[in-house]
């Protein structure tokens, strides 16, 4: 087995190393496999730096976009065009054991150059010291490993987005394709660094005004109005009419509107009290 180099769009470098088990392996074999990458890499890396684990605290944003030229395991079979369907799980790894499931994408029937293009959006809180993307084939009786790309977790910890192809080898060490992704790790405290929502569809704005209403419809009528406002000792309490002051405020608006609800029945009139 043997330590290869994947490149990336955005520059960066990472050392990968992919395993592959075989059509016959269980999934115990498959983990054992993947158990024995793992002590391979720490141990041809010791000589250039000792992997250690970091805690991963925050958001990590994953997107499976696509494989190209993945191995065929379908290989018992008497139609051409029955081939693997693979599909991709991420999973964080700390000393040779798995220690969270991170995603998971949708299996694509019959493709060695399947289009994925799945986003996942994964908060983490453990120690890792290897992000693992493992390239299955699903079958109606096993699931079997394809390739697997094993990526150090100290790289996430520069917050910079990462983005490329990488390459995959299969268990000897031969190429299996290679495999489209990008991440993007964002620790708690750049998260919480500002008020923003988090993958809102609309962002932050200001001098907004928010009504609370006790009902959705108060009379204005005694003895409600026979107490001061509130900061207004001068003037009698106005109590909230939900149903007015929403048609007021649409017909009134000059730019859109937005009409949220899981249902409407536009024929039931709401507005109530008053001249109308």
């Known amino acids: 087995m043997s330590i290869v180099t994947g490149g990336s769009s955005s520059g960066w470098s990472w050392r990968s190393i992919l395993c592959c088990c075989g059509k016959s392996q269980s999934n115990l074999d498959v983990r054992s496999s993947i158990r024995s990458s793992m002590r ?29 030229d993945l191995p065929n395991l379908d290989t018992f079979t008497l139609s051409t065009k029955d081939v693997s369907d693979p599909y ?19 299996v694509i029937f019959n493709d060695l150059n399947p289009q994925w293009g799945e986003k996942f959006r994964a908060e983490v809180c453990q120690e890792a010291d290897t992000l693992i993307f493992t390239v299955k084939d699903v079958d109606v009786v096993s699931v079997d490993a394809m390739a697997t790309l094993a990526l150090p977790a100290q790289d996430l910890m520069k917050e910079e987005p990462i983005s490329g192809w990488f390459n995959l080898r299969d268990k000897k060490g031969n190429d299996a394709g290679t495999l489209n992704l990008a991440l993007h790790y964002r620790s708690a405290e ?3 660094m500002t008020h923003e929502i988090p993958d809102t569809v609309y962002p932050m ?3 907004c005004h928010l009504t609370l209403y006790q009902d959705a419809h108060t009379p204005a009528v005694a003895p409600l109005t ?48 008053g001249d109308k």
């Not at 991709?88 to 949708?106: E, F, I």
């Not at 899981?262 to 009290?273: E, F, H, P, Q, V």
């Open 40 to 68: 391979s890499i720490k141990k041809q890396q010791a000589v250039e730096e000792k992997i250690k684990p970091v805690f991963l605290h925050g958001i990590l944003y994953i997107e499976i976009i696509a494989g190209k």
């Open 226 to 273: 026979n107490v001061p406002a509130p900061r207004k000792p001068d003037e009698n309490y106005q109590p909230t009419q939900l149903w007015i002051d929403l048609e007021n405020a649409l017909n009134k608006a000059e730019k859109f509107i937005y009409i949220v609800g899981w249902s409407m029945k536009a024929d039931i009139t709401l507005r109530r009290g």
């Open 88 to 106: 991709v799980t991420v999973d964080t790894w700390v000393d040779g054991k798995n220690n969270c499931r991170l995603a998971r994408t949708s």
């Open 205 to 207: 704005r200001e001098g």
């Open 190 to 192: 750049s998260v919480t």
